[in-house]
């Protein structure tokens, strides 16, 4: 009797929704869990907290520039192979993290685990393969719902696992969970890119009609800008909440979890209105609300009504905004080329972690002992207000030309 092919031969089968969402929150996951842990981990590589933040600012950096390599590759080569690729990549990075006995040691391993961020890219563009662009909005909004909850709990089992065995608690769980996910992408995730005929130098030539698009980059400043002001808040919230509000590493990972929560509820609104309401009007509804919430932190902090438990709480406003904004930002840049999805989807990721490496690093520079929480909330207000007036641009041009 001949019996059906099995899924994971089928290398043409799109992925179930479940694996995307697996794949890019094991990636937002992979940057902030050990969180917590960088205070100790600067006594035990004997080197100053600075030091250390930069496995924030590299490991962004790192990933900007892998990405603007891997979204014309995927458009070419397909999407299965990188995300394959990456997946190894990163497991044998994470066992050099463990085995390092010096700060650079680790900072190299650490900088090359930023490879994963491959998921995260292309998790996008495979839904954008599968469904046109408003429903690519909704569902890129459910994914990144799902994927709001690993970074929630990231760096609180982070924090729990310093607690309790140290900081390399948190990199074995990368390890033992990036080998899971691997077999699970293996399993599961086929190609959905478009068979195309074309040699990369060709592909490339086709680049300067997305380059010379006003409105991909509009897309793309509201999306980066947006997404600033949380990289800086990973860069430096930590230092506050230790230096300024005296907090352990257990309960700065609780504390950290809050913006994924409203990060969370974001992104189910995204994915339950986008289709009806268009993705303009919910990106800048979502600009809005992150920069409102930061002008009333501010001013919280000014009349001195700004506890720990406020400040934090604060930044689940922080994280609907960004919940609501990012996917249909990400929807219209990938939207404006769709058969240069990946291309759009490295450029812009790579614009956005690039800038949120320079703002970790600000951020990391600028918090001093004593300095209080004022120079992270000016970062981050500046950045929301550059994302919202981006967000107008956009609406603006989208209007002009009666898109």
Do not use: K
């Not at 607690?163 to 190609?191: C, H, K, N, P, R």
Request: one cysteine or more.
């Amino acid at each position: 009797m001949n019996m059906p092919p099995m899924r994971f031969l089928d290398r043409r089968t799109p992925p179930h929704l479940a694996t995307l969402i697996l794949l890019a929150g094991f990636s937002a996951m992979s940057m902030n869990v050990f969180l917590p842990s960088l205070p100790n981990m600067a006594v035990h590589f004997g080197v100053d907290y600075a030091v250390m933040q930069l496995s924030v600012s590299l490991y962004l950096a790192a990933s900007a520039l892998l990405q603007v390599v891997i979204g014309p590759l995927s458009d070419r080569y397909g999407r299965r192979a990188l995300i394959l690729a990456s997946m190894v990549i990163f497991l044998l990075a994470t066992v050099g993290t463990l085995l390092a006995t010096t700060a650079e040691t680790f900072l190299f391993f650490r900088t090359a685990q930023s490879v994963i961020a491959t998921g995260m890219v292309l998790s996008r563009a495979i839904a954008r393969d599968m469904v046109d662009e408003a429903n690519a909005a909704s569902m890129i909004g459910y994914v990144t719902m799902g994927m709001s909850v690993a970074p929630m709990l990231g760096p609180i089992i982070g924090g729990m696992l310093d607690a309790t065995v140290g900081w390399q608690g948190s990199f074995v769980l990368l390890l033992v969970l990036g080998a899971i996910l691997s077999a699970l992408v293996w399993a599961d995730l086929g190609e959905t890119a478009p068979v195309r005929s074309v040699s990369l130098s060709q592909q490339m030539r086709q680049y300067p009609e997305l380059f010379a698009s006003p409105r991909f980059w509009g897309y793309v400043i509201t999306s980066g800008t947006g997404a600033g002001v949380f990289f800086a808040y990973l860069g430096g919230g930590p230092f506050v909440g230790i230096d300024h509000f005296g907090l352990s590493t257990s309960a700065l990972g609780f504390y950290f979890g809050f913006t994924a929560v409203g990060y969370g509820f974001g992104n189910f609104l995204s994915g339950r209105f986008s289709v009806r309401m268009g993705i303009n009007r919910m990106m800048i509804w979502g600009s809005s609300v992150a920069l409102i919430t930061l002008l009333v932190l501010a001013f919280l902090l000014l009349v001195d009504l700004a506890p720990v438990w406020v400040f934090f709480g604060m930044f689940i406003f922080l994280g609907i905004g960004n919940g609501v904004m990012l996917p249909n930002t990400t929807a219209g840049m990938l939207s404006v080329r769709p058969h240069l999805a990946g291309t759009a989807s490295g450029i812009g990721q790579a614009f956005t972690i690039g800038l949120g490496a320079v703002l970790a690093a600000v951020a990391g520079a600028l918090l001093t002992p004593g300095a209080g929480p004022w120079p992270l909330v000016l970062i981050m207000l500046c950045s929301a207000t550059a994302s919202f007036l981006s967000a107008l641009f956009v609406i603006y041009r989208a209007r002009r030309i009666g898109a």
